[in-house]
Nanobody, 125 residues
Framework: VQLQASGGGLVQVGGSLKLSCAAS????????TGWFRQAPGKEREVVAG????????KYADSVKGRFTISRDNAKNTVYLQMNSLKPEDTAVYYC???????????????????WGQGTQVTVSS
């Protein structure tokens, strides 16, 4: 599956952005997906994950209550709505997908087979 992330940009503290990740090449509903970020000098971290059907989601504590992951399997797209952005949210954001047998599983790791190219999010104070 090929993934194309978009929607990043420069936003002020407290602002919002919505990232999109469009998938192609396989049956998207066979894949659990996630959003990740990597700030300069730091390791890549999981931000949010969502199951194949969208019925299960999980968030890092640092974004819980501010970010929402969702997906539209008819459009082969997964989204990350980011609200109340903080300077520490500044990073390159990546989407990833992994083929999963269970429709309810959220893979909570960076061990994903397919990755998008990343989109920069910068939160200015």
């Amino acid at each position: 599956v090929q993934l194309q992330a978009s929607g990043g940009g420069l936003v002020q503290v407290g602002g919002s952005l919505k990232l999109s990740c469009a998938a192609s090449g396989r049956t998207f509903s066979d894949y659990g997906t996630g959003w990740f970020r990597q700030a300069p000098g730091k390791e890549r971290e999981v931000v949010a994950g969502i199951s194949r059907t969208g019925g299960s989601t999980k968030y890092a504590d640092s974004v819980k209550g501010r970010f929402t992951i969702s997906r539209d399997n008819a459009k082969n797209t997964v989204y990350l709505q980011m609200n109340s952005l903080k300077p520490e949210d500044t990073a390159v954001y990546y989407c990833a997908a992994e083929r999963l047998l269970s429709s309810a599983t959220v893979r909570w790791s960076t061990n994903y087979a397919y990755w998008g190219q990343g989109t920069q999010v910068t939160v200015s104070s």
